[in-house]
């Protein structure tokens, strides 16, 4: 039921917005902040599934429980991936790049084979070296940014440094820890040249939620009552309107209240549906808190 829309949200209206202004020189660099990381992955996945510019590379990276070593193999396969189009394992993209690539190949061979740690900055020289080799413009997504300053030493001032100096690429980062994105944003990262533009997904109104999925059912007939019943009960949770509306555009009838019913069976009921697994994880995550040891 996972479908991508063509329909947006607002925070993936300014995020295709300030892309599209980097591929034209202006470079305006993102901070997506809420206090769930699911819907903050709903909005990255909605802007890479239906606006990703192909004139673009890149990179993607989830700093949540991940090490140095993994984050650089993610990089690389990232950065090799997307250049030459091809979905497949790190050591086949390094056979693939190493005519084309060379600098960029064995740099990432290079610091594979090394005992020492890796350190943000290597990974962040990585990403110039591909620039420098490839003349291409990147965009650097990290989901969950606050993370990496539990696992490198010196991650703000590299990162500010990489930011401030490689003007080709635009970072796009997010955290569901407000408190921590908001500090630092405001103070290691709060920069003159290239600061970060900060979407608050908890400013996301239930007006908001009703135009979207308004629009989202605009193929089928139905009534304005019936959007305020899905709205009023899913609130301003992204991640519920990525799911419930396939179920109602497969399943709405004249017979409206027939179809309210029918539609949150089939979502709440079916033992594969997003709901229903959300829910099981819920009760078992209760259940141990609470076992009676």
Known sequence: MDQITSVQWEPTKLI???IKSFLDDYRQNVAL???????????????????????????????????ENELLKNIACSLLAEYFHCEDNLDNLISIAQETLPVTVNFIKENLKTKNSITFLKLLELINKFINESSRKCVLIIEEFTELKKIFRNFHNDFSQFIIFQKKCMILVTSSDMNSAHKILSS????????????YLDEITLLDTYRYLKE??????????????????????????????????????????????TILKQA?????????????????????????Y
Do not use: W
């Open 16 to 18: 295709n917005k300030r």
């Open 33 to 67: 902040i809420g206090d769930d990381k699911e819907q903050i992955s709903c909005i990255i996945n909605d802007h890479i599934h239906t606006s990703k510019s192909k004139e673009l590379i890149y990179i993607y990276i989830d700093a949540s429980y991940i090490g």
């Open 268 to 292: 709440m009921l079916e033992r594969e549906s997003y709901f229903f697994q959300r829910f099981i994880h819920r009760i078992d995550s209760l259940k141990n808190k609470f076992k009676d």
């Open 188 to 199: 290691e990262l709060n920069l003159l040249f290239g600061n970060f533009e900060k979407i």
């Open 216 to 261: 989202y059912l605009e193929s089928i007939k139905v009534s304005p009552m019936f959007i305020s019943f899905f709205v009023d009960i899913l609130g301003t949770n992204i991640s519920y309107y990525r799911i419930l509306p396939e179920y109602i555009k497969r399943l709405h009838t004249e017979d409206e209240s027939a179809s309210v019913i």
